[in-house]
């Protein structure tokens, strides 16, 4: 070990001292959101090594996949049913609209990381995401509705999302509400 590495294993150590270790507590591990392109160059492998490497959305159950026709929504517990109506509705005009056709997994987590930052600045409190009904998808599933389905939930900014109306996209793109920028 190099110097600095001792300084900080020491600094660790002493910071340690007195800690105990919780122990009859159910922890659950928190799944990072990263990109999920990983499990597609390993489906060559065990199905025991696989399941290791699935997409969070991959790994739900198969009721809880949205097929291409599907509705999906969501909302969080401190949206007023007037706000949900309005949402559903498609009752706003925003401009913050992002297409996602065409995307793998991997581009539609990074575009939709920086369109939500971008979305932040405009301060809209709507928006629209096109993500396609994976008519065109060669698994069962359609991949990008599924992701941005799981991916919408587990944002803090979205508060609600809801299936767009058929002149916006239908259950090929959803309505969001944002949280205001604090």
Same mark, same amino acid.
């Given at each position: 070990?190099?110097?600095?590495?001792?300084?900080?294993?020491?600094?660790?150590?002493?910071?340690?001292?007195?800690?105990?270790?919780?122990?009859?507590?159910?922890?659950?591990?928190?799944?990072?959101?990263?990109?999920?392109?990983?499990?597609?160059?390993?489906?060559?492998?065990?199905?025991?090594?696989?399941?290791?490497?699935?997409?969070?959305?991959?790994?739900?159950?198969?009721?809880?996949?949205?097929?291409?026709?599907?509705?999906?929504?969501?909302?969080? !517990?401190?949206?007023?049913?007037?706000?949900?109506?309005?949402?559903?509705?498609?009752?706003?005009?925003?401009?913050?609209?992002?297409?996602?056709?065409?995307?793998?997994?991997?581009?539609?987590?990074?575009?939709?990381?920086?369109?939500?930052?971008?979305?932040?600045?405009?301060?809209?409190?709507?928006?629209?995401?096109?993500?396609?009904?994976?008519?065109?998808?060669?698994?069962?599933?359609?991949?990008?509705?599924?992701?941005? !389905?799981?991916?919408?939930?587990?944002?803090?900014?979205?508060?609600?999302?809801?299936?767009?109306?058929?002149?916006?996209?239908?259950?090929?793109?959803?309505?969001?509400?944002?949280?205001?920028?604090?």
């Amino acid at each position: 070990m190099n110097k600095m590495s001792e300084k900080v294993d020491t600094n660790f150590q002493q910071a340690m001292q007195g800690v105990k270790r919780l122990t009859g507590i159910n922890r659950t591990p928190i799944v990072k959101q990263t990109l999920f392109m990983r499990h597609k160059a390993n489906r060559h492998k065990s199905a025991s090594t696989q399941d290791i490497n699935l997409a969070p959305w991959e790994q739900l159950n198969s009721a809880d996949r949205v097929r291409a026709h599907c509705t999906v929504s969501f909302q969080h !517990n401190s949206v007023t049913t007037k706000q949900l109506t309005r949402l559903r509705r498609g009752d706003f005009s925003t401009p913050c609209v992002i297409d996602l056709h065409g995307l793998t997994e991997a581009k539609a987590e990074a575009q939709l990381t920086q369109w939500l930052l971008r979305c932040r600045h405009k301060s809209p409190r709507y928006a629209l995401i096109i993500h396609g009904k994976g008519l065109g998808s060669t698994t069962d599933d359609p991949v990008l509705k599924n992701f941005v !389905n799981w991916w919408l939930r587990n944002q803090p900014r979205i508060l609600a999302f809801s299936s767009a109306l058929p002149a916006d996209g239908g259950t090929g793109a959803v309505y969001a509400l944002l949280a205001g920028v604090s």
